[in-house]
């Protein structure tokens, strides 16, 4: 790299590549590279005045040069704008088809629910039930707080019932009591609760 400009102004220096020229190892002598790939050597004493000359000897040339790379980097920025802009349309288009195909799919499967059925789960007492339910669940998720509601806490367990159940649900059930604070009677209330009100009895 080059540190020295040799007393040369801008209108000079912008003709040589400052990063690739260097000071050979005698340091008598510069070996200077201009935009137009050009390298010359070019002796300490009275560069200033050499360099100069030959810039003015091949500006035409290096003029070129300098107008062709500022062409190729315009042409570069604008392959740049104009991909981006292609991307980001790809993108927005798969975006787009991806979220009509997730509508889609989300519709069909809507309206392959069979009218009666559709009819069963939508009554009033369900979406009473359904957005109660959602609101619990919604509270629980921004809270942290347990998603079984109060209610269920304050129920009075004052009869005793033996059942028989698989060791694994009911260690699970067990660990999750304690992971929620909350007792396996109150757990257990919630979820014989919640089956009942499902089958309507």
Not at 80 to 98: L, P
């Amino acid at each position: 790299m080059l540190n020295s400009t040799f007393g040369l102004n801008k209108d000079y220096l912008k003709f040589i590549d400052k990063e690739n020229s260097f000071q050979n190892e005698n340091e008598d002598s510069y070996t200077l590279i201009f935009v137009s790939g050009a390298k010359e050597v070019f002796k300490k004493t009275g560069i200033k005045k050499a360099v100069i000359n030959y810039i003015e000897l091949h500006k035409e040339n290096l003029e070129l040069s300098i107008q062709k790379t500022e062409n190729v980097s315009n042409q570069s920025e604008r392959l740049q704008a104009t991909n981006k802009e292609e991307i980001d349309k790809n993108v927005s288009n798969q975006s787009q088809i991806f979220q009509a195909d997730k509508n889609n799919n989300a519709l069909e499967v809507f309206n392959s629910i069979p009218v009666e059925r559709l009819k069963r789960l939508f009554t009033l007492e369900n979406i009473d039930f359904l957005e109660k339910f959602i609101e619990t669940q919604r509270v629980a998720v921004i809270t942290g707080e347990p998603v079984i509601p109060d209610y269920y806490r304050k129920l009075s367990n004052n009869k005793s019932v033996s059942i028989r159940m698989n060791e694994d649900i009911y260690n699970r059930l067990k660990k999750h009591s304690i992971d929620i604070g909350e007792t396996v009677a109150t757990i257990t209330n919630y979820l014989f609760d919640m089956y009942l009100k499902e089958i309507k009895k």
